[in-house]
T-cell receptor, first 118, second 115 residues
């Protein structure tokens, strides 16, 4: 398997622009997670999905952020309008439902998207 | 309360020596998984090792072992024979299986291996 795929790997945009980050989870994984990582705040869970349904979006910082998962193999995280404080590395990760085994439990990360908002 | 606590922001170890990175966790869920991830300066999050709450033996993966002390709720990572390439951030994480299957991460420990 190719692992979790994220695009773009780097994004530089200007304040006020719309940004869309994309993620393709590992085939067969029905949990998908979006994280944000900054030096100041560390690794933060933004939202996660189970079978394409958002389970917990309490980590989404504000209404400018939205996430969708239209099917099992694709998810987007959108920021509109973007602000300089949104600059961070955004990770997507996927996993199986969880079970008493390494394979069932482990979450695998994509390479991340480094977002810079000027 | 923090779900995952890593109390060592930074650690140094001599090359070829062993090092222990501390992790404690807090959960009332009897069914959970514990993980360690490595994040080198290149930025990717690399899964290292897994321990299930029902596992009787400590997990090992090559030079990595997880010292699982269930009663103390600790899951320390032991790296034996440290190499320069082990210099990275290390994150401890937990997944509670009966309460949403969410993952919780610690704040990380920065490990520097000295030649």
């Amino acid at each position: 398997d190719a692992g979790v795929i994220q695009s773009p790997r780097h994004e530089v945009t200007e304040m006020g622009q719309e940004v869309t980050l994309r993620c393709k989870p590992i085939s067969g994984h029905d949990y998908l997670f979006w994280y944000r990582q900054t030096m100041m705040r560390g690794l933060e869970l933004l939202i996660y999905f189970n079978n394409n349904v958002p389970i917990d979006d309490s980590g989404m910082p504000e209404d400018r952020f939205s996430a969708k998962m239209p099917n099992a193999s694709f998810s987007t995280l959108k920021i509109q309008p973007s602000e300089p404080r949104d600059s961070a590395v955004y990770f997507c990760a996927s996993s199986l439902p969880g079970g008493a085994s390494h394979d069932g439990d482990t979450q695998y990360f994509g390479p991340g998207t480094r977002l810079t908002v000027l | 309360a923090q779900k995952i606590t890593q109390t060592q922001p930074g650690m140094f170890v001599q090359e070829k020596e062993a090092v222990t990175l501390d992790c404690t966790y807090d959960t009332s869920d009897p069914s959970y998984g514990l993980f360690w991830y490595k994040q080198p300066s290149s930025g990717e999050m690399i899964f290292l090792i897994y321990q299930g709450s029902y596992d009787q033996q400590n997990a090992t993966e090559g030079r990595y072992s997880l010292n699982f002390q269930k009663a103390r709720k600790s899951a320390n990572l032991v790296i034996s024979a440290s190499q320069l390439g082990d210099s990275a951030m290390y994150f401890c994480a937990m997944r509670e299986r009966n309460t949403g299957n969410q993952f919780y991460f610690g704040t990380g420990t920065s490990l520097t291996v000295i030649p």
